[in-house]
């Protein structure tokens, strides 16, 4: 950390000006950096489908909030920032919300899945 804090004050005193905003948030993004060093991933418009119609897609998207708040919360704590600490927490407690939303969407699809699909009949035992 104390690397990038040198890096970020010598930007500053070379450019003049800090690193904009939106440039860190590129930066420090860790979805960004999962998908490009997992180039081998690949999305299809029916993996995509089976995602959202399952709530893969609102389980991710709940996770990534989670994580942020996780961030913004102990950023906060170690900068004593109370308001922005509590909007943290906030946040945390609505994707934790979210979560558990998509798991129970995700719970329903798949019993639907499996309560369409013809069950084997037993075949009796002979007497």
Known sequence: MLDCIRALDAYRDAAGHGVPSWSLNKMLDPEAAYKEYRPWIKRSPEDEARWEADGTIDR?????????????????????????????????????????????????????????????????KPR
């Open 60 to 124: 991710d998207l709940a996770e990534q909030d989670i994580r942020r708040a996780c961030l913004q919360v102990v950023a906060s704590m170690l900068l004593n920032q109370n308001p922005q600490q509590c909007r943290g927490e906030s946040d945390f407690s609505d994707g934790l919300r979210r979560l558990e939303a998509a798991r129970e969407r995700s719970r329903a699809y798949h019993q639907a899945q499996y309560a369409s699909a013809p069950r084997a009949r037993k075949k009796p």
